[in-house]
């Protein structure tokens, strides 16, 4: 483990609230959670009911170098701060609506601080945008590898092909066509990519969920997120009451969805009042977690994992340093080996067997798939929360209470190196975006004077 990853994870660990310090917890034990970045470019070529940005932030122009230059010193500080390597998100705004030049530099800039970087967007941008994002003037790749993750639901507006639409099935063609884009490169150049899919669920498609889950599952996504909105951001977006739909309700949604449960208690990334992940794959349509919360091996199996290779980075280190890493552990605990081995037929009769997952596998049906539901707080608990937080008090009223613990536990970070702070997401669009935003209205209009 490098010695800050290690100093990284024991103050994270530190930091947390003793109610999700449980034994499936992965904050602090093998991530310090993700990282975003803020005021780079907030402004959207769509509109979304809810949306989480300020009234101020269609109001600035987007600016490449200011992007890059902020993008690097919030990576700088996340990198002092939480160790060599994280996942981290670019995130506006719009990220398309930067040149990509200056999309590929902000992405540089962030692998430069050891962050593995996804890109956020609507994913209403051509073939073309693409390629010229990812390659250089010569036409070699500039990367091995991109993330991006679209936002496609039926609540956003000025979609090209889908400007209102009526429901999420008729969103499918644009989501499917999305995939296509990096499959066409990768075919042409070799490209490789990670793929999440984002939706926001509201009232007005909480119905819609299964049957999205049910098409979109086998597009070529690695991920099916869902946000239930809250009351965060612009007020005159808020066109409904969002209380009636919970992550109970998405999640019955999702295994509605795909027929069978999905089980998340195995692994937990936060607070599961916030968060909820299954990770896993599928195979020919049935999905099969790593960890099944129902088996006693599986959960030995996680603990002993967290307790000797929790501070591993396995996607960021070279093959060749990843397996001396992974050969020293083993010598020091040599009965992981039979403990991985067992784990892993396990997960294989699970999945349905060799026959199975070898016939998914030719058949292009074998492949990762995390499902999650990320639940945003409402503004009007989160800024009293946050206020407290500040003052080192801790509310006396039990709803502002909970918001302070959530925030305490949050998995998603954004960097202000000029107070020295790392403030989670809900505060970040509750209480920072406005004043915020309205700066960079006057730092970057959207008509230079």
């Given at each position: 483990?490098?010695?800050?990853?290690?100093?990284?994870?024991?103050?994270?660990?530190?930091?947390?609230?003793?109610?999700?310090?449980?034994?499936?917890?992965?904050?602090?034990?093998?991530?310090?959670?993700?990282?975003?970045?803020?005021?780079?470019?907030?402004?959207?070529?769509?509109?979304?009911?809810?949306?989480?940005?300020?009234?101020?932030?269609?109001?600035?122009?987007?600016?490449?170098?200011?992007?890059?230059?902020?993008?690097?010193?919030?990576?700088?500080?996340?990198?002092?701060?939480?160790?060599?390597?994280?996942?981290?998100?670019?995130?506006?705004?719009?990220?398309?609506?930067?040149?990509?030049?200056?999309?590929?530099?902000?992405?540089?800039?962030?692998?430069?601080?050891?962050?593995?970087?996804?890109?956020?967007?609507?994913?209403?941008?051509?073939?073309?945008?693409?390629?010229?994002?990812?390659?250089?003037?010569?036409?070699?790749?500039?990367?091995?590898?991109?993330?991006?993750?679209?936002?496609?639901?039926?609540?956003?507006?000025?979609?090209?092909?889908?400007?209102?639409?009526?429901?999420?099935?008729?969103?499918?063609?644009?989501?499917?066509?999305?995939?296509?884009?990096?499959?066409?490169?990768?075919?042409?150049?070799?490209?490789?990519?990670?793929?999440?899919?984002?939706?926001?669920?509201?009232?007005?498609?909480?119905?819609?969920?299964?049957?999205?889950?049910?098409?979109?599952?086998?597009?070529?996504?690695?991920?099916?997120?869902?946000?239930?909105?809250?009351?965060?951001?612009?007020?005159?977006?808020?066109?409904?009451?969002?209380?009636?739909?919970?992550?109970?309700?998405?999640?019955?949604?999702l295994e509605k969805g795909l027929g069978q449960r999905i089980a998340h208690e195995g692994v937990e990334f936060g607070d599961p009042r916030c968060n909820r992940l299954a990770f896993g794959f599928l195979a020919g349509g049935r999905w099969t977690p790593f960890v099944d919360p129902d088996s006693a091996a599986d959960r030995a199996a996680r603990d002993r994992f967290f307790a000797h290779w929790g501070g591993l980075a396995f996607s960021a280190t070279p093959p060749v340093l990843l397996l001396l890493k992974v050969a020293r552990v083993l010598r020091?605990?040599?009965?992981?080996?039979?403990?991985?081995?067992?784990?892993?037929?396990?997960?294989?009769?699970?999945?349905?067997?060799?026959?199975?997952?070898?016939?998914?596998?030719?058949?292009?049906?074998?492949?990762?798939?995390?499902?999650?539901?990320?639940?945003?707080?409402?503004?009007?608990?989160?800024?009293?929360?946050?206020?407290?937080?500040?003052?080192?008090?801790?509310?006396?009223?039990?709803?502002?209470?909970?918001?302070?613990?959530?925030?305490?536990?949050?998995?998603?970070?954004?960097?202000?190196?000029?107070?020295?702070?790392?403030?989670?997401?809900?505060?970040?669009?509750?209480?920072?975006?406005?004043?915020?935003?309205?700066?960079?209205?006057?730092?970057?209009?959207?008509?230079?004077?």
């Amino acid at each position: 483990m490098h010695p800050e990853t290690a100093r990284a994870l024991a103050e994270r660990w530190a930091a947390l609230p003793e109610h999700v310090r449980t034994p499936a917890q992965t904050l602090g034990r093998h991530a310090v959670g993700c990282e975003g970045t803020h005021g780079v470019f907030p402004k959207c070529n769509l509109t979304c009911t809810p949306c989480y940005h300020s009234a101020d932030a269609n109001k600035v122009r987007v600016d490449g170098a200011h992007t890059v230059r902020e993008v690097g010193r919030q990576m700088a500080y996340l990198r002092e701060r939480r160790g060599p390597y994280a996942h981290a998100q670019l995130i506006g705004g719009e990220v398309s609506l930067l040149a990509p030049d200056d999309h590929a530099a902000a992405l540089q800039v962030m692998r430069d601080a050891g962050r593995s970087p996804m890109s956020m967007t609507h994913g209403d941008f051509d073939p073309d945008y693409l390629r010229a994002l990812v390659t250089g003037p010569d036409g070699a790749l500039r990367f091995d590898r991109v993330s991006f993750a679209a936002h496609v639901d039926s609540l956003m507006r000025g979609r090209r092909g889908a400007v209102r639409p009526r429901s999420e099935a008729e969103l499918n063609p644009f989501r499917a066509r999305f995939v296509q884009m990096f499959r066409d490169l990768r075919a042409e150049t070799g490209l490789r990519f990670y793929l999440a899919h984002n939706m926001t669920v509201t009232p007005a498609n909480v119905g819609q969920v299964a049957e999205t889950v049910r098409e979109v599952v086998g597009m070529g996504y690695s991920m099916m997120s869902f946000q239930p909105a809250a009351h965060i951001g612009d007020e005159r977006r808020w066109k409904e009451s969002y209380t009636a739909v919970d992550a109970d309700a998405v999640w019955a949604e999702l295994e509605k969805g795909l027929g069978q449960r999905i089980a998340h208690e195995g692994v937990e990334f936060g607070d599961p009042r916030c968060n909820r992940l299954a990770f896993g794959f599928l195979a020919g349509g049935r999905w099969t977690p790593f960890v099944d919360p129902d088996s006693a091996a599986d959960r030995a199996a996680r603990d002993r994992f967290f307790a000797h290779w929790g501070g591993l980075a396995f996607s960021a280190t070279p093959p060749v340093l990843l397996l001396l890493k992974v050969a020293r552990v083993l010598r020091h605990h040599p009965g992981d080996a039979v403990v991985a081995v067992r784990w892993a037929a396990r997960l294989v009769r699970r999945a349905g067997g060799v026959r199975h997952l070898v016939r998914a596998g030719r058949a292009g049906t074998l492949g990762l798939m995390t499902f999650e539901v990320h639940s945003f707080m409402d503004a009007a608990d989160v800024g009293p929360a946050w206020e407290l937080m500040q003052q080192g008090v801790e509310a006396d009223d039990p709803r502002i209470r909970a918001t302070q613990e959530r925030l305490a536990a949050c998995t998603y970070s954004m960097a202000h190196p000029e107070t020295g702070q790392l403030v989670p997401a809900c505060a970040q669009h509750s209480v920072l975006d406005p004043a915020e935003n309205a700066g960079l209205r006057r730092l970057l209009p959207l008509t230079p004077v």
